[in-house]
């Protein structure tokens, strides 16, 4: 079971990346998925995720309106797009998944699988 996440970079404040998360091994589609940043010296937080039909989604404060995370279930794939990206927007960003849930849960301890981390940092 494996989760592959790509697409980071480096961008200058005000631009966008899409981040992908390609899953393998096993069908995800009844799971939410979510996707994670971490900063250096800062705990793991919850910034999008999107339940199984894509019917409910969750956006943390701080990229509300800027972010967008949706989901191709055919190709067991999420996404998360990222708009007028700020400094402060610069971390490692994981993608997880929370296995047969209906629920959007926001802690990292309720995700069980989670892809290897891609680099975004946005220069001012």
């Known amino acids: 079971v494996q989760l592959q996440a790509c697409g980071g970079g480096l961008v200058q404040a005000g631009g966008s990346l899409r981040l992908s998360c390609a899953a393998s091994g096993r069908s995800f589609i009844n799971d939410v998925m979510g996707w994670f940043r971490q900063a250096p010296g800062k705990e793991r937080e919850l910034v999008a995720a999107?339940?199984?039909?894509?019917?409910?989604?969750y956006y943390a404060d701080s990229v509300k309106g800027r972010y967008t995370i949706s989901r191709d279930n055919a190709k067991n794939t999420v996404y998360l797009q990222m708009d007028s990206l700020k400094p402060e927007d610069t971390a490692v960003y994981y993608c997880a998944a929370d296995r047969n849930q209906r629920v959007i849960r926001t802690t990292p301890r309720f995700y069980e699988y989670w892809g290897q981390g891609t680099q975004v940092t946005v220069s001012s």
């Open positions: 999107i339940s199984w039909s894509g019917g409910s989604t």
